[in-house]
């Protein structure tokens, strides 16, 4: 009797096992798909439900996926309490888990948090070393990134990953045009292969420094890599071969694309206006909406810099209003100080004014800075000491305000007011920079 009694309970305690790691096995797969979702407050609630419900002891890798939800709703409250049970769990030294914690602290709290987590972390593996390394080049902390990126080197061989995060980081700065090919020179004799995302950062660089021939080799290694179909790329390479005056190689990088998106659009828009190709601008612009494919504020943008180089002032004010209305784009400082420029430069300079009084954004030193230089060109005197007075509030540092604001004064006679600027420049030590200009020359 004693035996055929043990039988059905032991069945019974295995079956609860099974049936609950099935559950979690269940919902783990559910929670990995909110997350990848970008649907982190179900992700959340999902994980609370999982706490909370399941007998069983939670998979280790669970925890990384609650915790990247609450990086991306910054929510660290919420991640301190999963840090706590990653504790009671004994999870907290796992690689993946401290990983996961790293990041929150650093995208939450502080780089400082994040860190010293990341020093007591006992066992770092190539995932850690990453996650505080991304995390300084996110910040635009370089250096601190170079720096660990040095240390590592000694304790854990870095991946792909880890130099996409250093050739990010560089490719934002500066100076760090050069430095960001250099890595990915460095990354080629490790052995190492660059991914979409390494390519999509040199490409920043290679904009940084006017590199063409660069940007054809990444071109010709993405197509022998099959990344080239990859859309985000495609208009990467439009903006690159743009910016360095290839217009023709832009273009053909477009009409290359069986789909194209509103980034890929707008990115040939922004190159041809940048080269004050207004008339090929617009007309893109015109098959954009044929094509049915909705604008953007950035595709705005574009349109009315085209409107501004080529001196379209009726055009420009025409689509800045079809931006709102037909659209539904609301006008950032940018699109106003668009606007103003073209009117400004068209002579309407009291319609300018009259703009930039009824902002309700933030008027900023561009469009002060466009009514102003035009005021010069038209003699305008009142709305130029309207402008020379608010520029010099917004950019007090900035000493070409106060050198065109005196050169008015100058021209119209009115030469103790200039003296007095001069004065003024002198007084705060300022100094007018002599002109530049630059010129890339590829063989």
């Known amino acids: 009797m004693y035996t055929q009694n043990r039988a059905p309970k032991n069945y019974k305690t295995m079956g609860s096992f099974s049936s609950n790691f099935l559950r979690l096995l269940s919902q783990t797969k559910l929670l990995t798909s909110h997350v990848n979702k970008g649907q982190h407050k179900q992700a959340l609630s999902l994980f609370h439900q999982i706490h909370s419900t399941l007998s ?22 919420l991640g301190a309490t999963i840090h706590a049970y990653t504790y009671k769990a004994a999870f907290a030294s796992n690689p993946f888990v401290a990983c996961a914690l790293v990041d929150m602290y650093g995208k939450c709290v502080s780089l400082t948090y994040a860190r010293q987590l990341f020093d007591e972390t006992p066992e770092r593996n190539v995932v850690v070393w990453n996650a505080m ?52 020179r460095e990354m080629g004799k490790m052995g190492l292969r660059p991914n979409l995302i390494t390519v999509l950062a040199l490409l920043r660089a290679c904009i940084g420094k006017a590199d063409l021939n660069l ?32 217009l023709e190689k832009a273009h053909q990088v477009f009409v290359s694309m069986r789909e194209r998106d509103v980034v890929a ?12 190709q207004a008339g090929p601008a617009l007309e893109v612009f015109k098959q954009m909406e044929k094509a049915n494919v909705k604008p953007d504020g950035i595709t705005f943008l574009g349109v009315l810099k085209a409107c501004s180089h080529a001196g379209l002032a009726d055009e420009a004010q025409m689509y800045f209003s079809r931006m709102r209305v037909r659209y539904g784009v609301e006008a950032n400082s940018d699109h106003y100080a668009c606007l103003i420029d073209v009117l ?27 009514l102003l230089a035009s005021c010069r060109t038209y003699g305008e005197v009142e709305l130029a000491e309207i402008a ?56």
């Not at 054809?216 to 903006?239: A, K, T, V």
């Not at 659009?265 to 004050?276: D, N, R």
């Not at 319609?351 to 900023?364: E, F, L, N, S």
């Not at 007084?427 to 530049?436: E, L, V």
Request: with cysteine; hydrophobic share 40%.
């Open 215 to 246: 940007i054809e080799q990444i071109h010709g290694y993405s197509i022998r890599n099959d990344i080239d179909p990859d859309p985000q790329l495609r208009s990467g390479l439009i903006e690159a071969y743009g910016r360095c005056g290839c």
């Open 56 to 77: 069983l002891s939670l998979d280790p890798f669970v925890f990384p996926l609650a915790l990247k939800s609450c990086a991306a709703l910054n929510s660290p409250q």
């Open 265 to 276: 659009w707008s990115s040939l828009i922004s190159v041809y206006a940048l080269h004050g």
């Open 344 to 370: 400004s430069r068209a002579g309407r300079l009291h319609q300018a004014y009259d703009v930039i009084r009824k902002m309700p954004v933030k008027v900023t030193a561009k469009a002060w800075g466009a």
């Open 133 to 184: 390394i991304s995390l300084y080049a996110r910040e635009n902390d370089i250096g601190s990134a170079l720096e660990l990126f040095r240390a590592m080197n000694v304790a854990v061989a870095p991946n792909s990953s880890t130099f996409n995060a250093i050739i990010a980081g560089l490719a934002e700065t500066e100076d760090g045009f050069s430095k960001a090919v250099s890595c990915y």
């Open 388 to 443: 020379g007075r608010a520029l010099f509030e917004v950019e007090p540092e900035n000493a070409a305000n106060f050198v065109i604001l005196a050169r008015i004064y100058a021209s119209n006679g009115r030469f103790e007011e200039a003296e007095r600027l001069r004065r003024e420049m002198i007084k705060r030590g300022m100094k007018s920079a002599p002109g530049s200009s630059w010129v890339v020359h590829q063989d």
